[in-house]
């Protein structure tokens, strides 16, 4: 049977005649066939973008963060790339450097944004979260705060992805920046996804008084989202190498110990929150994530090259598109769905107008 997903959303989307999952050995356990769709035109927003990372929407106005260290602005049918005033500035290296952007609530009036960057910080790699505003000319932004600082870093594993919350905290996923041994101590903020205020604060009612710590034993998530009751999910990268795969889908509860680095995919122990949906040894490498309003969740696959839906009250993932490659970033907005291609990140075959913003109409 089909996976139950926004059904109006189900019948935008659509087919290009290239094959899913180049780059795989085989499907992971579990993901279901994509079901037939006619072909129809597929809407390129913006091309040629250089390593984008992130989808964000003010009304009918998108940005798109890259990891450089600027911002596309599409509005108006007018592309704009915005510098990002940052001090330290971005710091490009490996899968580091510009990466997570929220639009505040109050956007539209205060045009204050927070991102999560890396930076060099001696001979080390570092990632920090900022408050960041646009001026007035819609031309470029500035730094105007500080929210977190000395966040682990490293060439990879750096996490990124920072969300407000249906309780209005923000949410940070961090990796485990090559030191798997942080993701369980819960003094470390490495390999975790936080919780604070939008101005920095331990939130008093966090799973561990006085720590920004949410949920812990996290390799490297890339992709968080809530479902309409407000159930937290998160998208987590497996190990590389041999064994390799077991990419996860997590539902996300309070204080929980997912388990990295202590067991990986099925495998469970005392006191640990196994996976609802793992990929055995093969990998989809799945980022970002986005929440339909019938419950499921689109994932942004990387090494997959594909749009999958996963359903958390079957434990089913199934394709839904291929195509693009790479895919970083997936977004439902006003009934449209965008995915953001990232074959410009050093491990993707590029042709020449990548990367694209698509919308699936």
């Given at each position: 049977m089909p996976l139950s997903w926004n059904r109006k959303a189900a019948a935008l989307l659509l087919m290009l005649p290239i094959a899913a999952c180049?780059?795989?050995?085989?499907a992971p356990p579990g993901l279901l066939p994509a079901e037939e769709k006619p072909a129809q035109a597929l809407q390129v927003l913006a091309d040629n973008l250089d390593?984008?990372?992130?989808?964000?929407?003010?009304?009918?106005?998108?940005?798109?963060?890259?990891?450089?260290g600027s911002i596309v602005k599409l509005a108006d049918g007018r592309q704009t790339l915005q510098p990002v005033a940052l001090n330290p500035g971005v710091l490009e290296e490996g899968e580091g450097g510009l990466l997570g952007l929220a639009l505040a609530p109050d956007f539209a009036d205060s045009r204050a944004a927070y991102v999560y960057h890396?930076?060099?910080k001696g001979d080390e790699m570092r990632n920090r979260v900022i408050r960041i505003e646009e001026e007035p000319?819609?031309?470029?932004?500035?730094?105007?705060?500080?929210?977190?600082?000395?966040?682990?870093?490293?060439?990879?594993?750096?996490?990124?992805?920072?969300?407000?919350?249906?309780?209005?905290?923000?949410?940070?996923?961090?990796?485990?920046?090559?030191?798997?041994?942080?993701?369980?101590?819960?003094?470390?903020?490495?390999?975790?996804?936080?919780?604070?205020?939008?101005?920095?604060?331990?939130?008093?009612?966090?799973?561990?008084?006085?720590?920004?710590?949410?949920?812990?034993?996290?390799?490297?998530?890339?992709?968080?989202?809530?479902?309409?009751?407000?159930?937290?999910?998160?998208?987590e990268h497996g190990p590389s190498g041999s064994p390799g795969g077991h990419d996860?889908?997590?539902?996300?509860?309070?204080?929980?110990?997912?388990?990295?680095?202590?067991?990986?995919?099925?495998?469970?122990?005392d006191g640990l929150t196994p996976p609802l949906y793992h990929t055995g040894e093969d990998a989809l490498a799945p980022s970002?994530?986005?929440?339909?309003?019938?419950?499921?969740?689109?994932?942004?696959?990387l090494r997959g090259e594909s749009l999958t839906e996963f359903d958390p009250a079957t434990g089913e993932m199934r394709e839904v598109w291929s195509g693009g490659g790479r895919i970083r970033d997936a977004a439902i907005h006003e009934g449209k769905i965008y995915i953001l291609t990232n074959n410009t990140d050093g491990r993707g075959s590029p042709q020449g107008d990548d990367d694209k913003l698509l919308i699936l109409q």
């Open positions: 180049s780059g795989q050995t085989g390593t984008p990372w992130e989808i964000q929407f003010d009304g009918d106005t998108v940005y798109l963060t890259l990891r450089g890396t930076y060099g000319s819609g031309e470029s932004w500035t730094e105007t705060a500080t929210v977190l600082d000395d966040i682990p870093g490293a060439r990879v594993h750096d996490g990124g992805r920072i969300a407000f919350g249906p309780d209005g905290m923000l949410y940070v996923t961090t990796g485990d920046a090559q030191d798997d041994s942080s993701a369980q101590d819960t003094e470390s903020v490495a390999g975790k996804i936080l919780r604070m205020t939008p101005e920095g604060e331990v939130p008093s009612d966090n799973p561990i008084e006085g720590s920004y710590v949410y949920s812990y034993g996290h390799r490297n998530s890339q992709g968080i989202d809530w479902l309409e009751d407000g159930t937290m999910y998160a998208s996860e889908m997590n539902e996300i509860k309070p204080g929980a110990n997912y388990g990295w680095p202590d067991v990986i995919g099925g495998e469970t122990g970002g994530i986005a929440a339909t309003l019938d419950g499921t969740l689109l994932v942004a696959n």
